[in-house]
């Protein structure tokens, strides 16, 4: 299925499906664990050149967060237990599974103490004075702003948008330049606003 909706969605002007099958996994930027790579603007930017960027991470022990200069953040929990985030001598928060998304600044020194096993994560970044962004789950019909990227959780889910029906399974993506679409179960939606 997944193949033919690629198939069926190519050229579409507001709707490019990224499937999960496709990615491809690569080292943390601090070589700490293991990303892949969802979206990014511009295509073919790298870590120090992307405008936004939305990536998946597994995260399997303790230990320090990448730093991202000039970068702000948010991070959602996909599956595991979750995680405690602590920031230096300043606060700590924790996120667990289908808790809403914690933003923070990209360059603090982020220490990642893991609440149970591994944990698979959501990430959404973007590039402090060129663009910024705010991560949630929605569900029903939403209305957009900005440019969005919407990532399936877990299961399946029906995505309509423009008069098509596109079917989402476990971490596939979609990223939209529409204004509105409908969605039958909670899924992330990252939107990207220039500033």
Known sequence: MRPRASI????HPVIRFLPAADRIA????????VTFDVASFPDGSTLDTFAWRISIAEVASDGPFSRFEG?????AILSGEGFRLAFGDGPVADLRLDAPAFAYPGDLATDCTLLGGPVL??????RRGVYRHRLRLVEGECIVEGEAVLVCPRGSATVSV????IILHENDALVLSAPH???????????????
């Open 121 to 126: 994560d959501l990430n959404v970044m973007t």
């Open 8 to 11: 069926e969605l190519a050229g």
């Open 181 to 195: 679409f409908h969605c039958d179960v909670p899924l992330w939606l990252a939107e990207l606003l220039r500033v």
């Open 162 to 165: 423009e008069g098509a029906r």
């Open 26 to 33: 690569r080292p943390w930027k601090n070589g700490g664990g």
């Open 71 to 75: 970068i702000d953040r948010s991070t």
